[in-house]
């Protein structure tokens, strides 16, 4: 990570962004490219993204790469993104760990193939030991599957005669960003303004921004502007008191 800062961090800022990276398609499309172009630009924008972000005061950052209703695309797309996590992996993971990154992969490690699976366990031993920055990669993630796991966990513990209460803390406790920090900030890009089945439990109290450039044009410059937004925002927690979520102290 450079020591020169792209931009500087406003005093109130996210200290966990989970970005929505959506529009390869469409970057792709308005070029007359194929979208598996698009997708590897894609990979170029969150290199840019991963390098800015400690410098913009972020701490984690979650980054949507392969839904569970992904697998609907056509296999050659499938094929496309798997092919990237190959090739991100295997060019980045010695340099992320050099930077101090810890790289966990968020979703179901079954029904992905053997040799992403390997991939993914690699990445994650090859960093366990760094805790300058999270970098949580949400692949074969989906929201729903993520709350059905940790209720699954819940069932098990039970049927192995342990005693516990349902509650917030032992659902969240089993899913797959347990330990995280909260999610303060919720980027989609492409102009779309859903959330597409990501964070659907950790999405409770976080900021939504939406912005219109399609992803393969994301950077330092997008990723300060979304941080500038929420830097506005007042965020109450259902009460009535603003409650300042300053980079290291977040609220909830
Ligand atoms: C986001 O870009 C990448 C993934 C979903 C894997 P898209 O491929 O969804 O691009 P659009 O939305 O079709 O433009
Ligand atoms: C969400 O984007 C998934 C990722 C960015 C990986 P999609 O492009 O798959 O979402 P929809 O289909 O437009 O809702
Ligand atoms: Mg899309």
Redesign the pocket.
């Given at each position: 990570m450079s020591a020169e800062p792209v931009a500087t961090a406003p005093a109130k800022g996210p200290r966990h962004v989970a970005l929505?990276?959506?529009g390869n398609?469409r970057w792709a499309q308005r070029r007359g490219l194929p979208r598996a172009v698009g997708h590897r630009e894609g990979v170029q924008a969150l290199r840019r993204t991963i390098k800015a972000a400690p410098e913009l005061g972020v701490q984690c950052l979650t980054v949507?790469?392969?839904?569970t209703?992904?697998w609907s695309r056509p296999a050659d797309e499938v094929s496309d993104l798997m092919g990237l996590v190959r090739a991100f992996v295997g060019s980045d993971l010695n340099r992320l760990e050099a930077a101090g990154v810890r790289v966990k992969v968020l979703g179901r490690r079954t029904g992905l193939p053997e040799d992403i699976a390997a991939i993914v366990a690699r990445a994650e031993a090859q960093t366990a030991h760094n805790d300058k920055f999270l970098l949580q990669v949400?692949f074969n993630y989906g929201g729903r599957a993520d709350l059905a796991d940790a209720a699954q966990l819940l069932v098990d513990r039970a049927r192995a005669g342990e005693d516990f209460i349902v509650d917030e803390e032992a659902l969240g406790a089993g899913l797959s960003t347990a330990g995280a920090p909260p999610v303060d900030l919720i980027v989609r890009t492409s102009g779309?303004q859903?959330l597409?089945?990501?964070l659907l439990w950790e999405a409770a109290y976080a900021e939504m921004v939406f912005q219109e450039i399609l992803w393969p044009d994301y950077g330092p410059e997008a990723l300060a502007e979304a941080i500038a937004q929420f830097a506005c925002r007042q965020r109450r927690y259902g009460g009535r008191e603003v409650i300042d979520t300053a980079y290291g102290e977040a609220a909830v």
């Open positions: 929505i990276m959506d398609g949507f790469g392969f839904s209703e992904n949400a779309e859903r597409s089945n990501f």
